[in-house]
């Protein structure tokens, strides 16, 4: 049977190795039930992988491109999954985002490849904006290459980095302490850094929870 939204769902050969790890360590991160906005989904193939396997989490993709929405969409149609969300028009630099109105506080979010192919005041808006939006004990998880301890992890991951800024010289492997740093600035700690296939890594922070009361 001809499919008419084949051609709209985009792959990416990353997203179906890498989607089997992650989701291990989402298991864990993230509680059985509550919303999770997924911010940068990309092709949706992600979305699709975690909704199928969490179904107690509300997933709620975005991403700023309207090609990968539409691919988010395609993707969303053909799995039929009750708890996939639309996909939102979401660029972590704009506010209010466009979640805030239907949703409120967030159980989680998730976030996959984003922080080195965008300018570094995207990880800005995206710790600020996870700060203002993730409940109390609440997750933010990350995905992708970094720096450690002022040096790159792998001789790919150097070489990526040197590629990524030869495109955009915004881009580039982050350091992961500065990231640590933004997140602990709006109330995350880190819980995990978990070392994932290709020299990448899961990086789990956890919203802090407010101060029991002294009286």
């Not at 955009?168 to 997140?183: F, I, S, T, Y």
Request: aromatic content about 6%; some cysteine.
């Amino acid at each position: 049977m001809n499919d008419p939204q084949a051609s709209l769902r985009l792959t990416a050969p990353a997203a179906a190795r890498n989607a089997a790890p992650i989701l291990d360590v989402l298991r864990t991160a993230l509680p059985v039930r509550g919303t999770v906005l997924e911010i940068a989904s990309g092709t949706g193939q992600h979305a699709v992988h975690f909704a199928a396997a969490l179904p107690g989490i509300d997933w709620q993709p975005s991403d700023a491109d309207p090609r990968a929405r539409a691919s988010i969409a395609a993707w969303r149609d053909h799995a039929g999954l009750a708890n996939l969300r639309a996909p939102l028009d979401l660029d972590v630099r704009r506010e209010p985002w466009p979640v805030d109105a239907a949703i409120g506080s967030l159980a989680a979010i998730v976030c996959i490849n984003m922080i080195h192919i965008s300018p570094w005041e995207a990880t800005i808006a995206l710790m600020k904006g996870a700060g203002a939006r993730v409940a109390p004990g609440g997750a933010l998880v990350l995905y992708g290459p970094y720096r450690r301890n002022g040096a790159h992890t792998a001789p790919s991951n150097e070489a990526f980095d040197a590629d990524l800024r030869a495109r955009d010289p915004a881009w580039g492997v982050r350091d992961l302490e500065a990231v640590e740093a933004l997140a602990r600035a709006e109330g995350f700690v880190l819980e995990a850094v978990v070392p994932m296939p290709a020299n990448n890594f899961t990086v789990v922070f956890r919203k802090e929870k407010a101060a029991a009361s002294a009286h």
